[in-house]
């Protein structure tokens, strides 16, 4: 089955720095690889997705890249702010496989203003 | 924070007894999920079901069970055979095809 494996566990920046979480996968159909932001007591919730076919995608401060020859797959938060700071999961999923989702083990984000 | 439901938010349960969580989801998805997450750990799929009546094994499937007789509904039973049941279960629900899953608001389970 898929194994998915997220760096670092922890992640302190300062305030409008940059914060980069990689993700590597093992299963090389795995063709949707979306994001999730979790507030500590709350459920995750979907920040951004990319598919096989496409190699990059942002959304105003948040972006991902997707590298399938090496399989891993990175997001990446510009100017962070402290509402940013909270667990991030990544995840990966193939179409035939009744889109289950294999996540990685999460990263805690802390921003210091 | 419509869509998929989750009840109860806090559960207490008694070593040896089961219990039974409760998912419900209005989105009309055909696919339901349940995950555990324990303290600083990543999400774990228990069960899934792509449609009512069948459903699979995910990674830790022991020690627990569901049902799937409605669309609407997929709920978790922790049974007594579950020797580490105290964590966080979190329901989940898409459309089928890789998609965007969305979450319920989760049960914490503790076992006293």
């Known amino acids: 089955g898929e194994n998915v494996e997220q760096h670092p566990s922890t992640l302190s920046v300062q305030e409008g720095d940059s914060a980069v979480i990689k993700c590597t996968y093992s299963?090389?159909?795995?063709?949707?690889f979306p994001w999730y932001k979790q507030e500590l007591g709350k459920r995750p919730q979907l920040i951004i997705d990319?598919?096989?076919?496409?190699g990059e995608k942002k959304d105003q401060r948040i972006a991902v890249t997707l590298n399938k020859t090496a399989k891993h797959f990175s997001l990446h938060i510009t100017e962070t702010q402290p509402e940013d700071s909270a667990v991030y999961f990544c995840?990966?999923?193939?179409?035939?496989?009744?889109?289950?989702?294999?996540f990685g083990g999460g990263t805690r984000l802390m921003v210091k203003p | 924070d419509g869509g998929i439901t989750q009840s109860p938010k806090y559960l207490f349960r008694k070593e040896g007894q089961n219990v039974t969580l409760s998912c419900e989801q209005n989105?009309?998805?055909?696919?339901m999920y349940w995950y555990r997450q324990d303290p600083g750990q990543g999400l774990r799929l228990i069960y899934y079901?792509?449609?009512?009546?069948?459903?699979q094994k995910g990674d830790i499937a022991e020690g627990y069970s569901v049902s799937r007789e409605k669309k609407e509904s997929f709920p978790l039973t922790v049974t007594s055979a579950q020797k580490n049941p105290t964590a966080f279960y979190l329901c989940?629900?898409?459309?089928?095809?890789?998609?965007?899953?969305?979450f319920g608001q989760g049960t914490r389970l503790t076992v006293v």
């Open positions: 989940a629900s898409s459309i089928l095809g890789a998609a965007e899953a969305f």
């Open positions: 299963d090389s159909a795995s063709n949707y």
């Open positions: 990319i598919r096989s076919n496409v």
């Open positions: 995840a990966a999923s193939r179409n035939n496989a009744g889109n289950m989702l294999t």
């Open positions: 989105l009309n998805h055909d696919a």
């Open positions: 079901s792509q449609i009512v009546n069948d459903f």
